[in-house]
């Protein structure tokens, strides 16, 4: 809600005056000046105070972006409520639901509103008025010349909620964000997906979203834990379901065709696409942090699968689990997305089931022991290797990798076994890997 004025600056300062506040001036859209005052005892109180954009209360509401955001009251002295002004009929817009441009330049003036309404669509439940996606589908070029950090900001908050994804994708909204989308649509798979490469990836967002809604269902008292995981960063459970959408992207790049079965490989194509993911959250300007979250996902989304065979070593589990930290929660989920959604005729249901159930128990086990065990300072450091006479260097690193490797797998229970190893290693360097389980 803004509090609306001929001149916003002046008010803003007197407001403040009265208050221990402080008035910080930004914009919500260009050429559009907001004055937000902020009480200085507590910082999450505020109120935004923008000045008139019309010569009167009509014209301003008449330039807003959806009916349902066109309503004014009238604050009288003291607050006293006065009228309601509703020149566009949004309370009637509110009691159906509905979402409706404000005027016929609604999206011309602001592209990003064609994302904002889906937002509002999907965090409200309301439904988008037809003329409106109309105007959304013929105005989505215009989506060009946003800027990227205002796309994104709005894009991750519908990614949290998990729907209209498909409805942006039909209004061409996603191929102008992420153009390297293009290519997975219609890309054939082989014999173990019943769906190709763009339909496939939709249908892991939404089985993601369906294990993020019953995390207690599925991991029972290690749900609030993973609550905790996904929520410790504001965009962490957008950017998850973002991955989901773009895991395979590397797989059109990838694609071959074996000449005598004319089986159809995507090697590589783990490696091809975080690259492009890579270049997808530059271009998008996230933080770095972010980045690095999405790229990594990307990048061991094939491995994650692998690890769940039985013959796999416990030290390679572990290697993994000490590389990813915390990012192996949703890892691990997003594997269970991504088997669930592969369902063609050659695709191994025992194989999607003990992926399943090694899932749910390996994330069970990680809060209960391997988070503890990962976290654990180590036995044996560099100092205790110059202390043997091992000079700095890359040797000394492998070893101290090599004795952290036996630690984290349980060969080496204290200090002085892990001393131990560290001479063994030193005195018969081609013992390396030689006790791994």
Same mark, same amino acid.
């Given at each position: 809600?803004?509090?609306?004025?001929?001149?916003?600056?002046?008010?803003?300062?007197?407001?403040?005056?009265?208050?221990? $506040?402080?008035?910080?001036?930004?914009?919500?859209?260009?050429?559009?000046?907001?004055?937000?005052?902020?009480?200085?005892?507590?910082?999450?109180?505020?109120?935004?105070?923008?000045?008139?954009?019309?010569?009167?209360?009509?014209?301003?509401?008449?330039?807003?972006?959806?009916?349902?955001?066109?309503? $004014?009251?009238?604050?009288?002295?003291?607050?006293?409520?006065?009228?309601?002004?509703?020149?566009?009929?949004?309370?009637?817009?509110?009691?159906?639901?509905?979402?409706?441009?404000?005027?016929?330049?609604?999206?011309?003036?602001?592209?990003?509103?064609?994302?904002?309404?889906?937002?509002?669509?999907?965090?409200?439940?309301?439904?988008?008025?037809?003329?409106?996606?109309?105007?959304?589908?013929?105005?989505?070029?215009?989506?060009?010349?946003?800027?990227?950090?205002?796309?994104?900001?709005?894009?991750?908050?519908?990614?949290?909620?998990?729907?209209?994804?498909?409805?942006?994708?039909?209004?061409?909204?996603?191929?102008?964000?992420?153009?390297?989308?293009?290519?997975?649509?219609?890309?054939?798979?082989?014999?173990?997906?019943?769906?190709?490469?763009? +339909?496939?990836?939709?249908?892991?967002?939404? +089985?993601?979203?369906?294990?993020?809604?019953?995390?207690?269902?599925?991991?029972?008292?290690?749900?609030?834990?993973?609550?905790?995981?996904?929520?410790?960063?504001?965009?962490?459970?957008?950017?998850?379901?973002?991955?989901?959408?773009?895991?395979?992207?590397?797989?059109?790049?990838?694609?071959?065709?074996?000449?005598?079965?004319?089986?159809?490989?995507?090697?590589?194509?783990?490696?091809?696409?975080?690259?492009?993911?890579?270049?997808?959250?530059?271009?998008?300007?996230?933080?770095?942090?972010?980045?690095?979250?999405?790229?990594?996902?990307?990048?061991?989304?094939?491995?994650?699968?692998?690890?769940?065979?039985?013959?796999?070593?416990?030290?390679?589990?572990?290697?993994?689990?000490?590389?990813?930290?915390?990012?192996?929660?949703?890892?691990?989920?997003?594997?269970?997305?991504?088997?669930?959604?592969?369902?063609?005729?050659?695709?191994?249901?025992?194989?999607?089931? $003990?992926?399943?159930?090694?899932?749910?128990?390996?994330?069970?086990?990680?809060?209960?022991?391997?988070?503890?065990?990962?976290?654990?300072?180590?036995?044996?450091?560099?100092?205790?290797?110059?202390?043997?006479?091992?000079?700095?260097?890359?040797?000394?690193?492998?070893?101290?990798?090599?004795?952290?490797?036996?630690?984290?797998?349980?060969?080496?229970?204290?200090?002085?076994?892990?001393?131990?190893? $560290?001479?063994?290693?030193?005195?018969?360097?081609?013992?390396?890997?030689?006790?791994?389980?």
């Amino acid at each position: 809600i803004d509090l609306m004025c001929r001149d916003a600056e002046s008010f803003a300062k007197r407001l403040a005056a009265t208050r221990d $506040a402080v008035v910080v001036p930004f914009e919500k859209k260009a050429d559009e000046p907001c004055y937000r005052v902020i009480d200085r005892q507590h910082t999450e109180s505020f109120i935004d105070i923008v000045s008139m954009r019309g010569d009167t209360v009509f014209a301003d509401l008449e330039r807003r972006d959806f009916t349902v955001n066109a309503i $004014a009251l009238r604050v009288g002295p003291g607050g006293a409520k006065g009228e309601i002004t509703d020149p566009l009929n949004g309370r009637g817009d509110l009691a159906q639901c509905l979402i409706r441009a404000a005027g016929p330049n609604a999206f011309v003036s602001d592209p990003l509103r064609i994302l904002r309404a889906l937002r509002f669509a999907a965090e409200l439940g309301f439904t988008i008025e037809e003329n409106t996606l109309a105007m959304m589908k013929s105005h989505a070029q215009l989506l060009k010349n946003t800027a990227f950090e205002r796309i994104l900001a709005e894009l991750l908050k519908i990614f949290d909620t998990g729907v209209f994804v498909r409805m942006m994708d039909s209004l061409g909204i996603l191929s102008l964000i992420f153009p390297e989308i293009i290519a997975m649509k219609g890309c054939t798979q082989n014999s173990h997906h019943h769906l190709d490469v763009w +339909n496939h990836s939709l249908l892991v967002l939404e +089985n993601c979203e369906y294990i993020l809604t019953h995390l207690e269902d599925l991991f029972a008292q290690a749900s609030d834990k993973i609550s905790e995981n996904l929520k410790k960063d504001d965009n962490r459970l957008s950017l998850l379901k973002l991955t989901a959408m773009l895991h395979d992207a590397g797989k059109p790049a990838a694609r071959s065709v074996e000449n005598e079965t004319g089986r159809i490989l995507f090697y590589g194509h783990d490696k091809i696409g975080a690259e492009m993911v890579s270049g997808i959250t530059q271009r998008l300007r996230m933080s770095g942090k972010d980045q690095a979250f999405i790229q990594g996902l990307v990048a061991e989304h094939l491995h994650i699968l692998n690890l769940s065979h039985p013959d796999v070593r416990p030290a390679t589990r572990m290697r993994l689990f000490r590389n990813m930290g915390d990012d192996v929660i949703p890892l691990i989920i997003h594997g269970m997305a991504d088997i669930s959604s592969t369902l063609g005729p050659d695709s191994d249901v025992r194989e999607r089931e $003990a992926y399943l159930e090694w899932a749910k128990a390996t994330v069970m086990e990680y809060y209960e022991n391997t988070k503890k065990q990962l976290e654990a300072p180590n036995f044996v450091t560099g100092n205790d290797l110059i202390a043997m006479g091992m000079a700095p260097g890359p040797e000394m690193g492998r070893m101290l990798r090599e004795i952290r490797e036996a630690q984290d797998t349980n060969r080496v229970k204290d200090r002085e076994e892990a001393l131990s190893l $560290a001479k063994q290693l030193r005195r018969f360097p081609f013992l390396k890997g030689a006790n791994a389980e």
